[in-house]
């Protein structure tokens, strides 16, 4: 369902760009979000944007580093990630709702993994180290 591409492995202080482009449904009325998990913790919220638009949220850990945008010509979401450190290595994961869901905290993304997203995607691994 979703299509992933971006990741790797860079020194601290790279940058990657993350993207996951949908098939069989449209993004636009999606709320839509990346969450990561990395080795031996359970999976967080990173970043969420609703499909009314406004203010996304980004976790205070990639606060002012990351950045998510949608492209709905594309059909494609992004997470842009500069400033990049060794505590970012994690597998990251987009995912993609409909349902009635806000975004505006970290504890509002906890309850959007609680619920379960309509659609995810498979993981994207990125690595941070020198």
């Known amino acids: 369902q979703f299509v992933e591409s971006g990741g790797g492995s860079v020194p601290p202080g790279g940058s990657l760009t993350l993207s996951c482009t949908a098939s069989?449904?449209?993004?636009?009325?999606?709320?839509l979000a990346w969450f990561s998990q990395a080795p031996g913790k359970e999976r967080e919220g990173v970043s969420c944007i609703e499909s009314s638009g406004g203010s996304p949220y980004f976790a205070d850990s990639v606060k002012g580093r990351f950045t998510i945008s949608r492209d709905n010509a594309k059909n494609t979401i992004y997470l842009e990630m500069s400033g990049l450190k060794p505590e970012d290595t994690a597998v990251y994961h987009c995912?993609?709702?409909?349902?009635?869901?806000?975004?505006?905290?970290?504890?509002?993304?906890?309850?959007?993994?609680?619920?379960?997203?309509?659609?995810w995607g498979k993981g994207i691994l990125v690595n941070v180290s020198s």
């Open positions: 995912a993609a709702d409909r349902g009635d869901r806000k975004c505006s905290s970290g504890e509002e993304m906890n309850i959007w993994l609680r619920f379960g997203m309509d659609y």
């Open positions: 069989g449904f449209n993004l636009d009325s999606y709320n």
